[in-house]
């Protein structure tokens, strides 16, 4: 071997050292890693994961993913096993705390809807949709995400801030996945067992998976419950195949003696619904990771 050829072999494994701890152009934390790192603008941090293997040559997809009420991103992060299917498909996911405190962890701010202990969020509370908006705007100018494929999924209350940015934020958000927390918009004051259509108004059709169990009691896929429940999880299919001008009646088939997926199809822009609900099911993450990133792969946002 001649000694060009080992100074340039030398000379490339060195690049690849340097290059390694760091991700694509992101450089915000080393490749593999969950670091809270500060959003600039808003006085809060966030927990990311950046995946251990990606395509370094372009920006990644974005997935957030939101606790449930009293959770913190971290504990929800570690539920989830959401990180290893991040490192295996090469998504970043965002794993934030929500903005209002309660028993220990947090709660997140939706405008109209009482949190768990009854209170209804104030004018001073944190404003956790511009916090994850703002999330969106740092990442995208380091680089590092596609802003045509960004995802959002949560449990319970995560599952209702995940339905929240479908309805308010469907120019930025591809498609979502709430998990045990499907909701259309708030409860009519009218009527609460019906969504309120003034509530949720998305710019385009949504595509939505969404995954529960048939026993759920602390939100009941029947409705009532909570102040922040109420409406069944089916009227709020409804409400969403509408907005999405999908066929009224979903399709249904058996995946497992457990396990069964509902779809409405034909929907606008492609905006699918897909439902799983696991029978027996209870208030638990119920969601398949890689059947929900697999749908998350099949959409993005055009601008």
């Not at 050829?5 to 060195?14: D, E, G, H, I, P």
């Not at 998504?91 to 809807?113: Q, S």
């Not at 939100?219 to 419950?225: D, V």
């Amino acid at each position: 071997m001649g000694i060009v050829t080992r100074l340039a072999k030398v000379a490339a494994v060195f690049m690849a050292l340097i290059a390694a701890p760091l991700w694509a152009d992101c450089g915000i934390a080393p490749a593999g890693t969950s670091q809270r790192i500060a959003i600039p603008g808003t006085g809060r941090a966030m927990l990311i994961h950046l995946p251990a293997q990606s395509d370094t040559r372009r920006p990644a997809p974005l997935l957030f993913l939101f606790h449930g009420s009293g959770g913190t991103g971290e504990r929800m992060l570690a539920k989830s096993n959401l990180a290893a299917t991040a490192d295996a498909h090469g998504f970043i996911l965002a794993v934030p705390d929500g903005g209002i405190t309660l028993d220990g962890g947090f709660v997140w701010n939706i405008p109209g809807v009482p949190t768990p202990s009854g209170a209804m969020p104030g004018a001073d509370d944190p404003d956790d949709i511009a916090y994850v908006l703002a999330a969106i705007d740092w990442l995208r100018a380091n680089r590092c995400i596609n802003s045509g494929r960004i995802y959002a999924a949560g449990f319970s209350g995560g599952g209702r801030m995940a339905s929240l940015l479908g309805c308010v934020a469907a120019d930025r958000f591809a498609a979502i996945a709430p998990v045990a927390g499907l909701r259309a918009g708030l409860p009519a004051a009218q009527d609460p067992t019906r969504p309120d259509p003034a509530s949720c108004k998305p710019a385009r059709p949504m595509p939505i998976i969404t995954f529960a169990g048939d026993k759920d009691t602390e939100n009941p896929i029947e409705g009532g419950g909570s102040a922040y429940w109420q409406y069944s999880m089916r009227a709020a299919l409804d409400r969403w195949a509408m907005l999405n001008g999908c066929a009224p009646t979903p399709i249904r088939r058996g995946i497992s003696t457990q396990l069964y997926e509902e779809r409405f199809g034909h929907c606008r822009q492609g905006a699918d619904i897909v439902v799983r609900m696991t029978i027996g099911g209870t208030h638990s993450w119920l969601a398949d990771n890689e059947t929900m990133w697999t749908f998350f792969s099949r959409h993005r946002r055009k601008s």
